[in-house]
């Protein structure tokens, strides 16, 4: 089992392409289907290390774009001068700390993307992570009015369960469009899914 997802073909494809982790792949079907993140944006990326989808979302934004990473763990992987990474709690940290970092004066994010996921249960997504991955999501959303521009954009990892209706209900009434959407890279064994909601209704 360990031999078959170490070795699967997005790995070795992660390896070859120069990305740091898998999870690349997930980003660039979710942009591709979804269309989250355009060229220039500001992106706000929770649970960042180590940092593949940084790597993505500097690709897509190019050279007038910029992106902030948080992580509970301290990102080793250097991504140039466009991306900041910054050690901390998704549900600690204030706002204004990540709309201010790596600019002189604080400005909103153009999208927010959150890969984080509990470490309890190695991600394979049983009831218990289920919960604690819903309170992931439920500090994306709290975080959201002081981060993210009207209208923009949201993409958050979530385990399926019994809360993700309720989860899914209170991000739509924030948002203009809200759906759940699972990548290919998606390991099929797990039962992680992530919630698109695109045109942030500020309040
Ligand atoms: C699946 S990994 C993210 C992979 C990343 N998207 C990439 O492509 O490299 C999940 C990350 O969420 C982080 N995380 C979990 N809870 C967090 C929290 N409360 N605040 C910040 N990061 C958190 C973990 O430390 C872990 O690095």
Redesign the pocket.
């Known amino acids: 089992m360990a031999r078959r997802t170490l070795h699967d073909r997005y790995y070795k494809q992660a390896k070859a392409e120069g990305y740091?982790?898998r999870?690349?792949y997930k980003?660039l079907e979710i942009n591709q289907k979804k269309r989250l993140i355009r060229k220039g944006d500001r992106v706000l990326?929770?649970?960042?290390?180590?940092?593949?989808?940084?790597q993505v979302a500097l690709e897509i934004v190019g050279p007038g774009g910029s992106v902030v990473g948080?992580?509970?763990?301290r990102v080793r992987h250097g991504f140039g001068e466009n991306a900041v990474t910054i050690e901390?709690?998704?549900?600690q940290i204030e706002a204004s700390r990540l709309t201010g970092a790596g600019v002189a004066e604080p400005r909103l994010f153009d999208c927010v993307l959150s890969?984080?996921?509990?470490?309890t249960g190695g991600?394979a997504g049983g009831s218990g992570d289920h919960f604690l991955s819903v309170r992931?999501c439920e500090?994306v959303l709290g975080l959201t009015p002081g981060v993210l521009k009207p209208g923009g954009n949201v993409a958050m990892k979530v385990f399926e369960g019994e809360a993700y209706k309720g989860l899914l209900d209170r991000t739509a009434g924030m948002f203009e469009k809200v759906k759940g959407f699972k990548p290919s890279a998606s390991r099929d064994a797990s039962r992680e899914i992530y919630i698109v909601a695109h045109g942030f209704r500020k309040s």
Not at 70 to 73: E, K, N, P, R
Not at 88 to 91: K, L, N, P, Q, R
Not at 115 to 119: I, R
């Open positions: 740091v982790a999870s690349a980003l990326d929770l649970g960042c290390a180590p940092g593949a989808w940084v948080l992580d509970l763990q901390g709690d998704a549900e890969d984080m996921a509990p470490s991600g992931l500090a």
